[in-house]
């Protein structure tokens, strides 16, 4: 197991429409390099402190997973958001955080596509997977073989909190802290 990025190592950086801070573990450049042949993904923690709009992020599917509950506001649709489980939704589309019962951090998982949502699906569906397109989840067992990557979600014995680690084959995560999962659809080994 290998330490990819902290985020105790790294400092925040204010969000696209300048309403917050987040702290980038992985950039959309980063990407290219730790998982070739996957569509360019973005990995960071935001600190959610008050209500307000979120940045607008065209041709970004978002996978946002707040450490404590929240309630979100998509295209006028009210949207409560338990801690630590995922809500999918597109970058272009209008999404406010309307609820915050106290301060929290959200984890971010935005992966390019091609800018098209399924307007028939509901607000914690998203728009459908790819082949090649990392995904974040939460309390799912993968084989070993299907990802490289895990983000601690809480400080461990050696792990700090929102820490990235990339396993090796075989390895699996561990187990004395909750853990997001990223995976890829394809179970490509060499994600």
Same mark, same amino acid.
Request: glycine share 10%; hydrophobic share 45%; aromatic share 6%.
């Given at each position: 197991?290998?330490a990819?990025?902290?985020?105790?190592d790294?400092?925040?950086? %204010?969000?696209?429409?300048?309403?917050?801070?987040?702290t980038e573990l992985?950039?959309?450049?980063?990407?290219? /390099?730790?998982?070739?042949?996957?569509?360019?993904? *973005?990995l960071?923690i935001a *600190?959610?402190?008050?209500?307000?709009? =979120?940045?607008?992020?065209?041709?970004? #599917?978002?996978?946002?997973? %707040?450490t404590?509950?929240?309630?979100?506001e998509?295209?006028?649709h $009210?949207?409560?958001?338990p801690?630590?489980?995922?809500?999918?939704?597109h970058?272009?589309q209008?999404?406010?955080?309307?609820?915050?019962?106290e301060?929290?951090f959200?984890?971010n998982l935005m992966?390019?596509d091609d800018?098209?949502?399924?307007?028939?699906?509901?607000?914690?569906?998203?728009?459908?997977?790819?082949h090649?397109e990392? /995904?974040m989840?939460?309390?799912? /067992?993968f084989p070993?073989?299907?990802?490289? =990557?895990?983000?601690?979600?809480? #400080?461990g014995?050696d792990?700090?909190r929102?820490q990235?680690?990339?396993l090796?084959?075989?390895?699996?995560?561990?187990?004395?802290?909750? $853990? #997001?999962?990223?995976?890829?659809?394809?179970g490509?080994?060499?994600?």
């Open positions: 197991m290998r990819l990025a902290s985020f105790d790294r400092d925040p950086v %204010p969000w696209a429409n300048g309403a917050g801070q987040t992985v950039s959309l450049p980063d990407s290219a /390099q730790l998982t070739p042949g996957l569509r360019p993904w *973005r960071s *600190r959610l402190e008050h209500v307000g709009p =979120f940045s607008a992020l065209p041709g970004m #599917a978002r996978t946002f997973l %707040p404590a509950e929240v309630v979100l998509i295209d006028g $009210v949207h409560p958001v801690a630590l489980s995922p809500e999918h939704f970058g272009s209008n999404v406010s955080l309307v609820g915050l019962a301060p929290c959200a984890i992966v390019a800018g098209a949502v399924d307007s028939g699906a509901g607000a914690g569906e998203g728009s459908a997977s790819a090649g990392l /995904q989840s939460i309390g799912e /067992q070993a073989s299907r990802f490289r =990557f895990v983000l601690a979600l809480e #400080a014995l792990l700090p929102f990235l680690l990339e090796e084959p075989d390895e699996d995560a561990p187990e004395e802290v909750s $853990v #997001a999962v990223l995976h890829s659809e394809s490509d080994a060499h994600i």
